[in-house]
């Protein structure tokens, strides 16, 4: 499967006194390429946007990236696929569509009732899958 495509809005608030995007605000644009992947999911998907955790991230920084030039592309995919948990993949590009930062994150879905993990619904665990990408 291809990998998922957005194209993230740097924010001025993104920039730290150097005049590049600051580190965390990575985990942001990762976010919303993440998001953005999810809900290509529909309905079938829904529980997942208000009911995962983040577990673990991970990020490589390669290069800067600065503000004021435009979107950002950031690619992700689904890297594993476990019972109750699953890993997003990510590469972001500046703009001059270099790899700006690689990275991984860990999520969990749960159940906000009762307040813990569950497992990986079938219909979620079918999606995951289809935008799996071998390492």
């Known amino acids: 499967m291809p990998r998922h495509t957005e194209w993230c809005q740097v924010r001025w608030s993104d920039m ?73 993949g990510y590469e972001l590009f500046n703009h001059a569509e270099e790899s700006a930062a690689r990275g991984l994150t860990k999520l969990v879905p749960v159940s906000l009732p009762a307040g813990r993990p569950r497992r990986l619904r079938p219909e979620e665990r079918e999606f995951l899958e289809a935008w799996r990408e071998e390492s």
């Open 16 to 88: 730290d006194a150097f005049g590049h995007v600051n580190n965390a605000r990575f985990l942001t644009l990762f976010e919303e390429a993440r998001t953005a992947l999810i809900l290509d999911g529909g309905e079938a998907l829904s529980g997942m946007l208000d009911g995962c955790v983040v577990i673990r991230h991970e990020i490589d920084y390669v290069r800067p990236v600065r503000y004021g030039r435009g979107p950002i592309r950031v690619d992700c995919w689904v890297t594993e696929v476990r019972a109750a948990s699953y890993g997003v």
